[in-house]
């Protein structure tokens, strides 16, 4: 039985990594805590995407938030959280779109932070570079 090796990545790379994931960690967590207060902005967004305001709905999403935001945080599960953030943010993504928000500043958001998420980790681990080698 073989295993993937641990591809060695060079230290920008890894630096480069650890910024861009810190930066979404830190969106995502504080995205999160706004909805378990839930602040009315958030319920009165929720409403206009057709959600409603239930403040346990904005509670429910922020609990996802962060724990699948803390997954990703935690080396050993962040492949495991950034495919939850994909899933996470692919339905963001599909709630913009359904209403027709703007492309640019709502619809690609969760599209740019998708890549953030992956970027951030490729560069970061190489296990999973290991696993998406791309050649020069």
Same mark, same amino acid.
């Given at each position: 039985m073989s295993t993937i090796a641990d591809t060695e990545s060079s230290k920008p790379a890894r630096i480069t990594g650890r910024i861009l994931s810190g930066l979404v960690i830190? $969106? %995502?967590? $504080?995205? !999160?805590?706004?909805?378990?207060? #839930?602040?009315q902005v958030v319920t009165e967004t929720m409403d206009r995407m057709g959600y409603g305001a239930s403040e346990t %709905? &904005?509670?429910s999403l922020g609990i996802i938030t962060i724990?699948?935001? %803390?997954?990703?945080?935690? #080396? #050993?599960t962040s492949i495991l959280g950034a495919i939850l953030l994909t899933g996470y943010?692919? !339905?963001?993504? &599909? *709630?913009?779109?359904r209403i027709g928000s703007p492309l640019l500043t709502h619809t690609l958001f !969760?599209? *740019?932070l998708g890549l953030m998420v992956w970027g951030g980790l490729y560069l970061r681990d190489g296990n999973l570079r290991a696993l998406l080698p791309f050649r020069r």
């Open positions: 830190v $969106f %995502l967590l $504080f995205d !999160g805590a706004i909805k378990l207060v #839930p602040l %709905l &904005a509670r724990v699948c935001t %803390l997954l990703y945080s935690v #080396p #050993p943010l692919g !339905g963001a993504i &599909a *709630s913009h779109v !969760g599209l *740019s």
